[in-house]
């Protein structure tokens, strides 16, 4: 899944909010960050749709209670990956999404051809490190204290086939305190999730975001006609 010349996903900048489409699986605290920029005007989106893999998850109940429309599917109600992917990615079709975003969603997905970097994801630590399979929740900041690390952070990426892979976009570093506990080292990583993963969003929205094999890159703002006459 890379492209070898420079690949814009968005080519012309939205002139509307982005469609989103929020996969949940916990208690969708990512979600309820996306909503409160969008309703202080710091994030131009809308979510027409959230699915969740868990049926009993907190993020249902708080999506729901929020006026979404949330589906449940469960990866247990499919043989396999394609399935489970197929049925969600025909949600987002038919809700017209156009990005799609994993917030503390835990299953794998298979990203089909017409949603290729239209998958975004975030991961509560530094890619490569304490990442893929089995790295979620608690588990990951348990792990980062567990090494000595004395940084960690959050990653935004485009999600490709396999567990925290896929072309970062951006990442921001926390300090590991000494005294840290992973309950005090995840609020801190959260904080900077909160303002990381609507950023990623803007700039993509924004047409602003530039892909290269495994390398994503922010390009500079597009002077618009006006911006350019301010400045001549
Ligand atoms: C986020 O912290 C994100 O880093 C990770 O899942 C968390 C959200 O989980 N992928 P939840 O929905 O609050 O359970």
């Known amino acids: 899944m890379t492209s070898i ?51 009993d998850c907190a993020g249902v109940s708080r999506a ?27 949600k987002c079709r038919r809700a017209r999404v156009e990005l799609v975003t994993l917030a503390g969603f835990l299953n794998l997905i298979e ?6 970097y239209r998958v975004m994801n975030i991961h509560p630590a530094l890619i490569p490190s304490f990442c893929g399979q089995g790295f979620y929740g608690h588990k990951v900041h348990e792990a980062v204290l567990a090494h000595g690390a004395k ?17 970062i976009i951006l990442q921001s570093c926390v300090a590991v305190a000494d005294d840290d506990t992973p309950q005090t080292l995840a609020a801190r990583v959260f904080a900077a999730e909160c303002q990381t993963y ?9 047409g602003r975001l530039e892909i290269t094999g495994q390398r994503a890159r922010v390009v500079p703002a597009r002077r618009t006609a006006a911006s350019k006459e301010e400045t001549e």
């Open 151 to 167: 940084v960690s952070g959050c990653t935004v990426h485009f999600a490709d086939n396999q567990y925290d892979h896929g072309p």
């Open 64 to 90: 729901r209670s929020a006026g979404l429309d949330c589906d449940v599917v469960e990866r247990k109600s499919f043989p396999g990956t394609v399935e489970f992917s197929q049925a969600i990615f025909s």
């Open 5 to 55: 010349t420079p690949f814009r996903p968005v080519p012309v900048p939205f002139a509307r909010p982005i469609r989103l489409g929020v996969l949940i699986s916990g208690g969708g605290s990512t979600l309820l960050n996306f909503l409160e920029k969008i309703d202080s005007g710091e994030l131009s989106a809308e979510v027409p749709l959230v699915i969740a893999s868990r049926p």
């Open 111 to 116: 990203v089909p051809d017409d949603f290729r």
């Open 198 to 206: 609507p950023e990623a969003i803007r700039l993509y929205a924004a």
